[in-house]
């Protein structure tokens, strides 16, 4: 087909009218925003590279549509790691694939069969055209107005302290400016809500994450640093949350870096890229879903990373160094996938009397189940450690 | 077997609406697509000299053996170009001939074409709307032209086809040719004359009947897949063209309708073993071959066509050499206004569209043809 590039962008938004009606429904289902921040960024993507690319080809035979297409979602992943879009890769190539496919009927089936001379036009639709870039227009513009009405308000705090609790109850970012420090912890207890850039000294908890039994979901945590809690340093229940670049500090006693627990019927939480010191255990996650990788963790009294009370969920790519009792611990009843971690390092607790407790560097306690694969174990007390029932697989 | 009747036209109104001078696949295209924008069948007198729309087609690529088309799955006679053969071939032959549409491989044979055309002959009641006359004369009267003594159509579509058969005029008169398009069987020592698709495909022929093959040629052959490059049959190149002067678009008609045959595996190694056994030759002239094909085309309708030539004498139209001067939707500028349409498909519409003789350039004068009668302001 040799297209006009006006033909190329009246079939292109006419082809995106189904896509957009997609991604709104989705959008309302669900509800969230991403697919039509993902849609609108493949109309921009296609427009784009229709009027600086594309337009030099003189023909575009049909088979040209698949490595355009791939062209296409390459750059379109980009933009969607570049402006943090928060959508799963299986979703977004999900929908720029239903989108493509139905683009290409429409070009080579649909459109040549509603318009009579759509291959002589050069892919111009006349009056449909303008019409369907007007519906897309008004659609996306709507929908970003809409969007743009319910972005939740950012909040700065300034540099200083701040005495707190901080209680946060309605959608909301949190931004700290740089040397901004809330004294006596942060307590959320509303969805959507993006704290960023903040730290945290002191207080029971340093950030709790609590909204009682209706649960928490669309929480990011970006970039805190918690010192001195008295318990733990992130602390959540029932709730769905991002974790990512946090540093936790924490204190000798009966404290813990990072808890999510009882949260295992509201999805998967990630913990990503922390760094977390001290205290009697790291990481703890119990009964939840959760991923937790790239993440640091040294110096604890008890565990480093513990998956416990039939949780599920992926341990992998993490760092455990210089730790009392266990380095990973999988225990009661959960299935823990443990694949290409560093554990080294780990001690025996003698004092404690706790055989469980002897340096292992991963461990399977309680009718768990361990899957490992690709972990790196130097010079713990004891590698691998399986109790009361426990489990441990090697994959292949 | 089909027969075609007389229309029944009434006796009043003395002005009927819509007349297609020419029952060949140009006037069989414009039919079909009068009857896809709606026009009321009993509006449309179509003049033939044969009922069969693909008659001189069909005898043309029996003479020349030809065994596919040229065109892709876009050559079909439908209005639309969706669905054309490939999907009408998947029907029976599964996903390939879709798979090959897509990357421009698909090819539709004589057969199936020829099958097609018939299906929508049947359909189409393409003989019930057939007069078996040959038109002689269009004359402008009063909101029509009068066709010979036929009446007066509103608007009229010339689609008369190739006027005859070309031979060169230093090989007029010689007993030993023969034209491509005349039915032929192969001497033992042939000289082929002419570099197109015919020719190429003339080459073939006399090889696999056992010939000594020289291609006699004054222009070597461009290679492409199409008659003219595929941007020429959209809007995309159609813009540049259309926005040419008389001499530029002359000059950029001879370049591009000079001859040529697709690129492949299938033409060339052929006639690379024949010409590594010494059975193929290219020569500047034809030397004592036993046999001469000419594979040279056709007359210009300019000159050659009594209607067109008539018509051009007659009302003083404009020629740029020996080709009709036409607005760029293929209407004749002059005698076509407001209230009446002449436009012209096939061959003599080049000015217009370069690959007018073809089943696409038909159908966008067909298009052109249709918008002008629907807009009329007496329907």
């Given at each position: 087909m040799s297209y006009t590039l006006r033909g190329r962008l009246e079939s292109r938004l006419t082809a995106a009218f189904l896509p957009v009606l997609f991604a709104c429904a989705i959008a309302i289902a669900l509800p969230a925003w991403w697919p039509i921040l993902l849609v609108a960024l493949m109309i921009g993507v296609g427009v784009l590279l229709d009027v600086s690319l594309y337009d030099v080809l003189d023909y575009q035979p049909g088979w040209y549509a698949v490595p355009l297409g791939l062209i296409e979602l390459g750059i379109l992943m980009a933009f969607v790691r570049a402006l943090e879009i928060h959508v799963s890769l299986a979703a977004a190539i999900g929908l720029f694939a239903g989108a493509w496919v139905v683009s290409q009927v429409l070009a080579h089936a649909g459109f040549p069969w509603l318009s009579l001379s759509y291959a002589e036009d050069g892919g111009e639709l006349g009056r449909a055209g303008v019409a369907a870039l007007g519906f897309v227009v008004v659609a996306l513009g709507a929908c970003g107005a809409i969007y743009w009405a319910k972005v939740p308000p950012t909040v700065r705090l300034a540099a200083g302290v701040h005495q707190g609790p901080l209680v946060i109850t309605h959608s909301q970012t949190l931004v700290g400016t740089r040397g901004a420090v809330v004294r006596g912890g942060i307590v959320i207890r509303a969805s959507h809500v993006i704290v960023r850039n903040v730290s945290v000294v002191g207080g029971e908890n340093g950030i709790v994450v609590d909204c009682g039994d209706r649960g928490t979901h669309h929480l990011l945590l970006d970039r805190v640093k918690v010192v001195g809690a008295q318990i733990d340093g992130i602390h959540v229940r029932r709730s769905r949350v991002t974790i990512r670049d946090c540093v936790v500090d924490s204190p000798t006693g009966f404290t813990q870096g990072i808890d999510i627990s009882f949260s295992a019927d509201m999805g998967m939480s990630v913990i990503d890229g922390c760094t977390v010191t001290g205290g009697r255990e790291g990481i703890v996650v119990d009964s939840a879903l959760a991923m937790i990788s790239h993440n640091q963790v040294t110096a604890t009294q008890m565990r480093a990373i513990n998956m416990n009370e039939m949780s599920m969920g992926m341990i992998e790519h993490n760092k455990v160094a210089g730790v009392l009792g266990v380095g990973i611990f999988c225990g009661d009843q959960s299935e823990c996938m443990i694949e290409r971690n560093h554990v080294s390092g780990t001690r025996a607790d003698h004092p404690s009397g706790d055989l469980a407790q002897m340096g292992y560097g991963i461990e399977s306690h309680y009718k768990s189940l361990a899957e490992l694969s690709g972990n790196e174990l130097v010079?713990?007390?004891?590698p691998i450690g399986v109790f009361a029932g426990g489990e441990v697989r090697h994959a292949r | 077997m089909l027969q075609a009747r007389e229309p029944?036209?009434?006796?009043?109104?003395a002005r009927r609406q819509v007349a297609i001078v020419g029952g060949g696949l140009a006037g069989f295209v414009a039919y079909l697509t009068l009857l896809h924008g709606k026009v009321v069948p009993g509006d449309i007198t179509i003049f033939a000299t044969e009922p069969d729309p693909a008659g001189a087609w069909r005898r043309r690529a029996n003479a020349i053996r030809q065994r596919e088309m040229r065109s892709e799955s876009d050559g079909h006679c439908l209005p639309r170009s969706f669905p054309g053969l490939a999907v009408r071939a998947a029907k029976q032959q599964g996903l390939v001939p879709l798979a090959l549409s897509i990357c421009n491989r698909y090819h539709p044979t004589i057969e199936e074409f020829l099958a097609h055309v018939d299906e929508l002959r049947e359909h189409s009641g393409w003989d019930t709307r057939l007069l078996l006359r040959r038109v002689a004369r269009a004359r402008p009267v009063d909101g029509g032209f009068a066709l010979d003594g036929h009446g007066v159509f509103q608007h009229v579509l010339l689609a008369t086809g190739h006027p005859g058969l070309a031979v060169p005029a230093e090989l007029a008169g010689d007993s030993r040719v023969v034209h491509a398009y005349d039915p032929h069987e192969y001497a033992d020592t042939v000289a082929i004359v002419g570099a197109g698709m015919a020719a190429a495909t003339e080459w073939l022929n006399a090889l696999a009947a056992g010939a000594r093959v020289t291609s006699v040629r004054r222009h070597e052959p461009d290679r492409r897949?199409?008659?003219?490059?595929?941007?020429?049959?959209?809007?995309r190149g159609l813009a540049r063209y259309h926005a040419t002067d008389w001499r530029e678009r002359a000059e950029l008609l001879e370049r591009l309708l000079g001859p040529s045959y697709p690129p492949g595996r299938m033409w060339d190694e052929p006639l690379e073993k024949a010409a590594h056994a010494g059975r193929f030759r290219i020569a500047g002239s034809v030397d004592g071959e036993e046999q001469v094909i000419c594979a040279t085309g056709f007359l210009d309708a300019v000159g050659h066509d009594p209607l067109l030539t008539a018509l051009v004498r007659d009302h003083g139209l404009e020629t740029c050499r020996r080709r009709l001067v036409l607005d760029d939707d293929s209407t004749v500028p002059g005698l076509t206004s407001a209230e009446r349409t002449l436009a012209v498909a096939g061959k003599p519409a080049q000015w217009a569209y370069p690959a007018a003789d073809t089943l696409v350039g038909m159908k966008y004068a067909a298009r052109g043809f249709l918008r002008r009668v629907i807009a009329c302001p007496t329907r």
């Open positions: 010079g713990n007390a004891r | 029944a036209i009434a006796a009043t109104p897949p199409l008659n003219v490059p595929r941007d020429l049959f959209s809007r």
